[in-house]
């Protein structure tokens, strides 16, 4: 096996590990700030195993009998009134979706906290899995979009958008 692939496979392996740990670290710290205001703690996407279930789950396609109780939605417009929860996690979900301020704005409405696990721009995986439409990166309480893929977004799928084969330039910036 060629040596650069050896450093590849290691650089992706050590940066899929500590993004998982960073993802339990969230989702705990999202918990501990429902739990500190006295609500329930929303998590949208489902976590597959990687971390728990939240009071509510909201996805696209909810798998059966993951979650106690999940609730089929969309990010970018959640079918709960404004701040219900006392906080959001959500986990590799934002990339996805056709409108990322929207969902962003969706997600400050109906919780007092939002945390978002996100995958690093620099990840080969980030590059090549298929549906992210954007790159995000973070600066204190800011979010940067960079479109990756254009996106058909008439067309649901699984993570919310099907990309079509065409990187497109810029950063957006949310505040």
């Not at 597959?48 to 939240?54: D, K, S, T």
């Not at 009071?55 to 969309?74: A, F, H, S």
Request: proline share 10%.
């Amino acid at each position: 096996m060629p040596r650069w692939l050896l450093y590849l496979l290691g650089w992706e392996a050590g940066w899929y590990a500590f993004q998982l740990m960073q993802r339990k670290a969230r989702f705990a710290q999202a918990q501990a700030a429902a739990r500190a205001v006295g609500k329930p703690l929303l998590v949208v996407g489902q976590p597959y195993g990687q971390y728990p279930c939240g009071d509510v789950t909201l996805d696209l396609k909810p798998p059966p009998g993951e979650c106690p109780v999940e609730k089929q939605g969309n990010i970018e417009s959640i079918p709960y009134p404004d701040k219900h929860f006392g906080a959001v996690f959500v986990s590799h979900v934002v990339e996805h979706v056709c409108n990322p301020q929207k969902a962003l704005a969706e997600l400050r409405r109906v919780a007092d906290h939002v945390f978002i696990a996100y995958p690093y721009p620099w990840r080969l995986a980030t590059l090549v899995i298929p549906g992210h439409a954007w790159l995000m990166s973070k600066s204190g309480d800011n979010y940067t979009f960079r479109p990756w893929f254009k996106t058909n977004c008439n067309t649901p799928t699984y993570f919310g958008t099907k990309p079509a084969p065409t990187a497109l330039g810029g950063w957006y910036e949310l505040r």
